[in-house]
């Protein structure tokens, strides 16, 4: 049973320090979602990719994050510097063009 | 521009009630509909889409275009089912956008 993976499942970092984030999409999916989930702000998508080429990150901040994919099997989420507000839960998704989106364990980021 | 909502946030119901998530959007295309639900500190999992027009751990959901709705069913809650549950929707556009609502959780109360 194909499944999304993640790593870290969890990360603890101080303010101002780089945090990068990994996502192992399923086999054979085209498309890749990134989403960060807290409590006030419930689920945001942060960034997609086609074909490993970004569609979407507008909802991503610019100034601090970038996503990429540097091969089919592998997608990232970068976060330098870090803040205390981008303590979230960062979920990675996967999916064939059109139909459902299947998710990863997540990753627990807390920023000090 | 495509919007889901789903107007509870927190939904309770005793064991063995009917169970009723609402959801509804808006898309002037032909959309294809979720809902997902994610158990506590869980990943979310695809629970139903409404092509397949199936029954999952016997949830349903019937797309309505004239009401723009597509809400989740249960006709005898579990305490089990106790979760947050997150509807979402896919354009048939060239971008194949995903917008999920802000999602209702749902409490079961034995």
């Known amino acids: 049973d194909a499944r999304v993976t993640q790593t870290p499942r969890h990360k603890v970092t101080e303010m101002g320090q780089e945090v990068t984030m990994r996502c192992q999409p399923i086999?054979?999916?085209?498309?890749v979602f990134w989403y960060r989930q807290t409590m006030m702000q419930g689920l945001e998508l942060l960034a997609y990719f086609r074909n490993r080429a970004p569609l979407d990150d507008s909802g991503m901040p610019k100034d601090r994050f970038s996503a990429e994919m540097p091969d089919a099997t592998l997608a990232t989420l970068k976060i330098q510097p870090s803040e205390p507000r981008d303590s979230a839960v960062y979920f990675c998704?996967?999916?064939?063009?059109?139909?459902?989106?299947?998710f990863g364990p997540g990753t627990r980021l807390t920023v000090l | 521009a495509q919007r889901v909502t789903q107007p509870e946030k927190l939904l309770s119901v005793f064991k063995g009630a009917p169970v009723e998530l609402k959801c509804n959007y808006s898309?002037?295309?032909?959309?294809?509909l979720f809902w997902y639900v994610q158990y506590s500190r869980q990943r979310l999992q695809l629970l139903l889409r409404h092509i397949s027009r199936e029954s999952i751990k016997g949830f349903t959901a019937d797309l309505n275009k004239g009401e723009t709705s597509f809400h989740l069913k249960k006709p005898f809650a579990q305490e089990e089912d106790s979760a947050m549950y997150y509807c979402?929707?896919?354009?048939?556009?060239?971008?194949?956008?995903?917008?999920f609502g802000t999602g209702t959780k749902l409490q079961v109360i034995p």
């Open positions: 979402a929707l896919r354009n048939s556009g060239g971008y194949q956008k995903v917008t």
């Open positions: 086999l054979g999916h085209n498309t």
């Open positions: 998704a996967s999916g064939p063009e059109r139909g459902a989106q299947f």
């Open positions: 898309y002037s295309g032909s959309p294809e």
